[in-house]
């Protein structure tokens, strides 16, 4: 019965299936010190100059709010310099092979942190750099996956598989709290070490790097996305055409635009938990579930406007630039002016929780615009494409507990957060207005298609 209920499992549903928890695992690895670090902290002394009593979770170290900020900032050191080459890599040697082994590494070392913790606040610092040094090549070894498995038609639910990292952050935050409150922060750290192990098990088991590389593919299926990608793809290994890259007015504009939309995103990984606990006064496990709403928000209508964006682009009705810019103003023009609001009127803590939520789940369109672009532009190097958008918009998870940190240094209120949240508006708002006047969704000549066809698709557009 097994057997013959896998012939009618579409192989590349399986693929988008692990492409997603592909990405749940990266985000489960990056997120969980930032409610767990609460667990590990002493607590700050109140405007009072007195000391709450906090539960016994495990130890608690000494470490100051910049001591916080660089550790929660390491993860993004080590990740932007493998994001940078992973696309290449990802193309040259296989993106299964290549996020496969760094996510299971990257696990390990995720159940080592408690014994880092007990060492040294820099040997924390360490792990945290080599775990986000292996997980930068997640994302680019995705796209690069998308891009061989995807009909055209489908690039819109592939790249909503993407949003893993989402529900990533959806699971991992309140269950780390429930986690923490009952078992203590080591084992936060070490149910993620042992959840990694299966998924990538798993993983191997099930995803290929190309349709011709699937061992049990059906010839039917295999044709099908072969025909349908047509001559957009080659399959000689080449190495990405840089100078041209840079010289392109089109990946400057998507550059800038992911740049915003991981701001936001950023900013509210980092930051959220933190927010609720200390200044709105969330207990732990309230303020991981409250955390993860707007990430539940944004993983659903990333699914929604991927679909929408879909039935557009089958039906015609606008061309993908367009659709491209379209979809701007729900993944980037909206949030920005959510968070002005919540600058402005969010004093209510109910009333930020629900602001925050609406912001980023707005964002969820991002699937339709910043995060589908990279596709359009240069099917051949899509990976490349990613990974070095990937490795500027990381910076905001370093920036971003920095700004948090300066803002709060002497005070940790409402108040304080005021121009935070202006900063993070403007984030958004402005990169998507330039990729109103500069961005496009054709692909570009530099993506070097062989073939004798003539192509009114393909493009050069250069600074």
């Known amino acids: 019965y097994l057997r013959l209920f896998a012939v009618y499992v579409p192989k590349r549903l399986n693929v988008a299936i692990m492409l997603f928890m592909a990405c749940l695992l990266s985000y489960m690895m990056r ?26 979770y495990g130890p608690r170290y000494n470490w100051t709010q910049s001591d916080q900020a660089l550790l929660l900032g390491a993860y993004f050191y080590g990740y932007m310099i493998t994001s940078l080459p992973a696309g290449t890599l990802a193309e040259m040697l296989g993106a299964r092979n290549v996020a496969g082994y760094s996510c299971l590494v990257a696990g390990i ?27 930068g090549v997640v994302y680019p070894c995705c796209h690069s996956l ?4 995807s009909p055209p038609n489908e690039k819109g639910k592939f790249v909503a598989s993407l949003m893993g990292g989402t529900f990533g952050t959806v699971i991992t935050w309140p269950i780390s709290g429930v986690i923490i409150e009952n078992l203590g922060w080591r084992w936060a750290f070490y149910a993620v070490g042992i959840f990694v192990t299966i998924v990538v098990a798993t993983w191997f088991y099930l995803v290929a790097d ?11 299926e295999r044709e099908y996305i072969e025909s349908s990608l047509g001559n957009t793809l080659s399959t000689k290994k080449k190495l990405p055409p840089y100078k041209d890259l840079l010289l392109s007015m089109p990946f400057w504009s998507l550059m800038l635009l992911h740049y915003g939309s991981m701001w936001g995103l950023f900013f509210l990984i ?13 207990k732990l496990a309230s303020a991981g579930f409250l955390s993860s709403l707007p ?21 015609g009705w606008l061309s993908v630039t367009n659709m491209r810019k379209s979809f701007c103003l729900p993944s980037h023009i909206l949030p920005g002016v959510m968070l002005i609001i919540l600058a402005y009127c969010g004093r209510d803590p109910y009333v930020c929780v629900a602001i925050m939520t609406i912001s980023l789940g707005f964002n969820g369109a991002a699937t339709a615009s910043n995060l589908a672009n990279s596709q359009d532009l240069a099917p051949n190097f899509a990976g490349t494409l990613y990974g070095i958008i990937n490795c500027i918009g990381t910076t905001p998870g370093i920036f971003s507990p920095l700004i948090v940190a300066a803002f709060t240094k002497d005070e940790n209120t409402i108040e ?8 993070g508006a403007a984030a958004y708002i402005l990169p998507a207005i330039f990729f109103w006047f500069f961005g496009s969704g054709k692909i570009q000549k530099w993506n070097e298609v062989e073939t004798t066809e003539s192509r009114e698709d393909i493009v050069n557009t250069k600074l």
């Open 31 to 56: 997120v969980n010190l930032s409610i767990n670090i609460i667990a590990m902290v002493e607590p700050t002394p109140n405007e009072n100059g007195t000391t709450v009593a906090q539960p016994d």
């Open 109 to 135: 070392l995720t159940a080592l942190t408690p014994a880092a913790a007990a060492w040294d606040k820099y040997a924390v610092f360490a792990v945290r750099f080599l775990i986000g040094f292996l997980n």
């Open 146 to 149: 998308v891009s061989k498995w």
């Open 210 to 220: 190309t349709p011709a590389q699937h061992s049990s593919i059906s010839l039917k």
């Open 270 to 282: 980092t930051a959220t938990p933190k927010f609720l606990s200390e200044v709105l006064g969330f």
């Open 295 to 315: 990430h539940v928000a944004r993983l659903l209508c990333a699914f929604g406007f991927g679909a929408v964006a879909d039935w557009i682009r089958k039906r």
């Open 416 to 423: 304080q957060w005021h121009w935070v949240f202006i900063i």
